[in-house]
């Protein structure tokens, strides 16, 4: 197998050749940059919220068994119900069956990363369930019959002009390029989705052990829908996302919607605990929390642990220069990005680890991740794990020889020297076009110099009088 | 409690200890109800979309409320017994306006929820009493609980928060603190299914990063800062 792979290399082909991607891409994400740039100077101390929020991912990561015990229980003592969902089957398995005890013909659903990792629509389309996304930007990808390409924008490959198509055919909209009267259009159509729907699903940006609180995250409304007009709710959420109080939450939400949006706060910002009260005048009557698991506790107590303590707030894409380059799609994963690239093999089947390849190790996502994630760190873990077991055999002795010479001085500067006539002798006025064997692949994209003389090595030596 | 996901998380977890970093800076430090406070939150309202309107009394507040709502030609107006309760004179101002006012409990029967879900997304405005306002962001901060509706600032095309000055907080950190050594944060958990903090009106930049308003929730959000304690 090579790295990547002839499908992942297509991707990416696709992503650069893609104009309408690429020109999406040049206007929207610099803007992103700007706002969260923007967003963080306004925040008093920002640094130390900063570390403030990697030690509290931090500390909920290495004691997270204490914690879940504590967010489940709270949920139930206050009326909700909790199932734990070793594997993403299991998670579908039991919304399907709940949906179909309750009689649901249709839900709707607000953004969550978790049901698209799981592929909760397919299943619930497979049972005849209706499902219908709410999000703007995940009702347009729904409509296209595509996948989302941003953590936060999911639509943000597409064109007002293809968007106004996809509303003309699917919802009978007059022909437009106005944007408001494009989410006019889809405002229209949804608002009877959440009055009819019997069940609604949201993901969960955190969940507060201490009482059991769900913590969500939106600006367009539609989360605030699907958790208080169906009867009954559904909240899915990765094992990793609790935190132990409130006070830790708060600190959380001064980085996440910045880091996201540039916004200090979301339009809505709700912490939902346990379904309707008794005396309360609405709300859900039943409420759900599938806490999925699917792969992620393989990688507590690993070098890789620190991925967990993501909050997907996505602005490690925007910074990503190989993001920018080839969009979303080009990962063929839920997660892309930076972020993805690591996350994506730790669930599931495992399978993306070519992912890490991926990035230029620029560190440009470490540097804008508000909990700080060494991002590099964890690609370059992956690409030796991955590298470990991919390797040719040539590759790997080739590996050990030049390990040998690197700590052998002598070894090394016979060995250098050989390397330099040999470069001196393939090239051609002053470059080296085509490689010879492993070589070709690098010299396939790029020029490489052919050695200057004197070498350093000589120049320094006699510079210093002689001897090394 | 057990279960494999759980049992599985306690083989691996490290336990290890994480030094806790000191708590940074609030993000406004200024007593709740301060001249400071309230400018800050003026401030936040203009910056996000925030209609807001200052009123000396009670009185002048709930006038200024039916001026808006006739201004924008509303007949029908939804709002919860908590609010009621906070402005008494609130209710009879609007009927003596010639206003619907819708309020009341969901029905937990299906078909009558279904009807009077119906009803309620009719209301062309809703209004609502608040827990506490942020000043570093501008938040309304709303609750479910005992009469406290969610439907109100969230079916309607317009919402109308009434904020006393005294409800006034620098931010959500200084809330916080104060309901958790009054005991008030525990008994909002026990007694309510929601609390929101509602920071402008429900947007979308999922067209082309271009900014649009009131995409599902309301598109107006209209806040009286009433100096009089209640």
């Known amino acids: 197998m090579s790295i990547p792979s002839p499908a992942f290399r297509s991707r990416i082909r696709e992503g650069l050749e893609n104009a309408t991607l690429q020109e999406a891409l040049q206007r929207a994400v610099p803007s992103f940059l700007v706002s969260r740039s923007k967003a963080f100077e306004d925040l008093p101390d920002a640094e130390a919220v900063r570390d403030r929020a990697r030690a509290i991912r931090a500390h909920t990561i290495a004691h997270l068994d204490r914690y879940l015990e504590q967010f489940a229980r709270e949920v139930e003592r206050r009326g909700g119900k909790v199932f734990w969902a070793a594997t993403a089957r299991e998670a579908c398995d039991y919304i399907v069956n709940l949906a179909r005890s309750r009689g649901v013909a249709m839900v709707a659903k607000s953004k969550s990363m978790v049901s698209e990792e799981i592929g909760l629509n397919h299943a619930m389309e497979a049972a005849g369930i209706r499902v219908v996304e709410t999000d703007l930007g995940e009702f347009i990808i729904q409509l296209a019959g595509e996948r989302p390409s941003h953590i936060i924008t999911p639509a943000i490959h597409k064109r007002r002009e293809d968007i106004s198509k996809l509303f003309q055919k699917h919802l009978g909209m007059p022909p437009t390029d106005e944007i408001p009267e494009m989410t006019a259009a889809a405002r229209r159509a949804l608002r009877q989705v959440f009055l009819d729907a019997r069940m609604g699903i949201s993901g969960v940006n955190f969940g507060i052990a201490e009482t059991g609180t ?28 609790v935190v132990p109080t409130w006070e830790d939450a708060e600190i959380l939400l001064r980085v996440l919607a910045r880091s996201a949006t540039g916004q200090a706060l979301t339009a809505y910002t709700s912490f939902l605990t346990g379904p309707r009260r008794r005396e309360e005048p609405d709300g859900p009557e039943e409420l759900h929390v599938v806490l999925v698991d ?42 892309p990005g930076p972020i993805g690239s690591i996350v994506t093999p730790m669930l599931g089947d495992g399978n993306g680890a070519e992912l890490a390849y991926a990035s230029s190790l620029c560190g440009a996502c470490q540097e804008i991740c508000p909990v700080r994630i060494p991002i590099p760190d964890l690609l370059v873990r992956w690409r030796q794990m991955r590298a470990g ?8 002795i080739g590996l050990q020889l030049y390990a040998h010479a690197a700590r052998h001085p002598s070894l090394w500067a016979r060995a250098g020297r050989w390397a330099m006539g040999l470069l001196r002798r393939l090239g051609r006025e002053g470059w080296l076009r085509r490689g010879v064997g492993p070589l070709r692949a690098w010299t396939a994209v790029r020029d490489f110099p052919v050695p200057q003389r004197p070498a350093f090595r000589d120049w320094w030596t006699s510079r210093r009088g002689g001897g090394e | 409690m057990n279960h494999p996901v759980l049992e599985a998380v306690r083989r691996r977890v490290t336990r290890r200890a994480v030094p806790l970093e000191p708590a940074p800076a609030l993000p406004l430090d200024a007593p709740p109800g301060s001249e400071v406070a309230v400018q800050r939150l003026w401030a936040s309202w203009t910056g996000i979309g ?24 509303i007949r029908h107006v939804l709002t919860d017994a908590r609010t009621a309760r906070s402005y008494p004179g609130l209710i009879p101002a609007l009927e003596d306006a010639g206003l619907t006012v819708m309020g009341g409990n969901l029905p937990r029967e299906e078909g009558p929820r ?81 609390m929101i903090a509602i920071t402008g009106p429900s947007r979308t930049s999922d067209i082309e990063k271009t900014l649009t308003l009131g995409v599902h929730g309301p598109k107006e959000v209209i806040a009286f800062l009433i100096e009089e304690a209640g």
């Open chain 1, 214 to 241: 769900l913590v969500l995250v939106t600006n367009e409304g539609n989360g605030r829908m699907v958790t208080t007009l169906p009867p009954i709710h559904v909240a899915l959420m990765g094992i990793e996302r």
């Open chain 2, 50 to 73: 925030v209609q807001g309107v200052r009123c000396a009394t009670e009185a002048e507040a709930i006038r200024e409320v039916v001026a808006r709502l006739r201004e924008r030609k």
């Open chain 2, 114 to 194: 279904y009807l009077g879900l119906g009803r309620w997304a009719m209301a062309e405005a809703g209004i609502t009493d608040v827990v506490a306002a942020f000043a570093d962001t501008g938040t309304l901060w709303v609750a479910g609980g005992t009469g406290g509706m969610r439907c109100a600032s969230l079916l309607p095309p317009v919402h109308i928060a009434l904020v006393r000055r005294a409800q006034v907080f620098p931010c959500l950190a200084t809330w916080l603190a104060e309901a958790r050594a009054s005991g008030a944060l525990m008994e909002w958990v026990e007694e309510s299914s929601a």
């Open chain 1, 294 to 335: 699917n792969g992620r506790s393989r990688w507590l107590g690993t070098p890789l642990e620190e991925a967990l303590y993501c909050i997907r707030c996505g602005a490690c894409l925007n910074a990503c220069p190989v993001y920018r380059a080839i969009g979303g799609h080009a990962y063929g994963s839920v997660y």
């Open chain 1, 389 to 396: 077991s991919l390797l040719p055999v040539w590759e790997r």
